[in-house]
């Protein structure tokens, strides 16, 4: 359950922002609660054309809360836990994770079919030990590689060109197997049958500090449901969605948390509903 105080800091921040656009959705509410209340539900209530206005006002926020530079605050406590964890000298871990979409309004729409044969966006998550988000990148093609996505991200760009402005020389950020072994970016061992006992130890505890990543993508996706099928054909619309939901998700968790995280298996893996609704929706 979220406290009253961040329920209050929403409240607060997000009306006067975007009640002009509210207005014409649903009627006016003599108080706010009933009001805020029905804004938690906007998301299914709007029309699409009014979906996207909304949650650009929010998205227009990630300069504020999930900015490159957030990287260095969270460095110490962010190490001390992921110390805790069994894997030190740790800045965040990073992973990818497909946003099922419609077929996308763009030049080259099939680029956005996944190997699993349905429309999907690249989020690129890069969390501190507490399950935030410090950097996100939204919205490349499914049918991309992890690495690929990975490279074009800001944070794959300055540890290519200034590696040490944004990461301290002895400090790493974690990753699973998909993404290149930088001296900033560690990753398991390939399991090629062959492994020492102690590369099989390096990669459990790698993988135990990493799984942060994966919760805060399974709480995400929990507190976001429409993220399991994001009926928009904009990418610059779907950018804007799934941004803001990282933002509010930020804004929202709180450590002492208990969230249940939702375990979907294969994470590209597509609900049952996926086919249908391309098939029907999107062709």
Same mark, same amino acid.
Request: hydrophobic share 40%.
């Given at each position: 359950?979220?406290? $009253?105080? *961040?329920?209050l ?16 959705v ?26 996207p206005? #909304? ?5 227009g926020? @990630? ?12 460095l110490?406590?962010? @190490?001390l ?6 894997f030190?000298?740790t !800045? ?6 497909h946003?099922? *979409?419609? @077929?996308p309004? +763009?030049? #080259?729409p099939?680029?956005?079919? #996944? @190997?699993k044969?349905?429309?999907? !966006? ?5 969390c501190?030990?507490? %399950?935030?988000? +410090?950097?996100?990148?939204?919205? /490349?093609?499914?049918?991309?590689h992890?690495a %690929?996505?990975f490279?074009?991200?800001? !944070?794959? %760009? ?5 590696? /040490? ?17 930088l ?13 020492t006992?102690?590369? &099989?130890?390096?990669?459990r505890?790698?993988?135990?500090a ?8 399974? *709480?995400?996706k929990?507190?976001? %449901? &429409? ?7 904009? *990418?610059?619309d779907i950018?804007s969605? $799934? ?24 994470d590209?893996?597509?609900?049952? /509903?996926?086919?249908f609704c391309?098939?029907?929706?999107m062709?």
């Open positions: 359950m979220y406290s $009253v105080s *961040i329920f800091f929403l409240l607060f921040r997000m009306v006067p922002k975007i009640l002009p656009f509210v207005e014409h649903v009627p006016p509410y003599s108080h706010y609660l009933e009001w805020f209340q029905k804004f938690c539900i906007l998301w299914s209530m709007s029309s699409l054309s009014t979906v206005q #909304n949650l650009k006002v929010i998205s926020w @990630r300069c504020q809360v999930v900015p490159i530079t957030y990287f260095l605050p969270v110490q406590i962010s @190490r836990e992921f110390a805790a964890a069994g030190p000298n !800045v965040c871990a990073v992973d990818g994770c946003i099922p *979409i419609m @077929r309004h +763009c030049d #080259n099939l680029a956005y079919l #996944n @190997r044969q349905f429309y999907s !966006v690249i989020l690129t998550g890069f501190d030990s507490q %399950r935030r988000f +410090c950097h996100i990148s939204v919205g /490349h093609p499914g049918s991309w992890d %690929r996505a490279r074009l991200t800001k !944070v794959g %760009r300055v540890l290519e060109e200034d590696p /040490h402005s944004l990461v301290p020389q002895g400090m790493h950020i974690i990753g699973d197997s998909a993404y290149p072994l001296p900033q970016l560690m990753r398991p061992y390939r399991d090629n049958g062959h492994l006992a102690r590369q &099989r130890r390096f990669n505890k790698l993988n135990a990493r799984v942060v990543i994966e919760h805060a993508f399974g *709480i995400l929990s507190k976001f %449901r &429409r993220l399991q099928f994001l009926q928009m054909k904009s *990418i610059s950018s969605a $799934v941004s803001a939901c990282c933002i509010l998700h930020n804004l929202c968790l709180e450590p002492g948390d208990q969230v249940v995280v939702i375990d979907d298996g294969d590209d893996e597509p609900p049952p /509903h996926i086919f391309q098939h029907f929706l062709l």
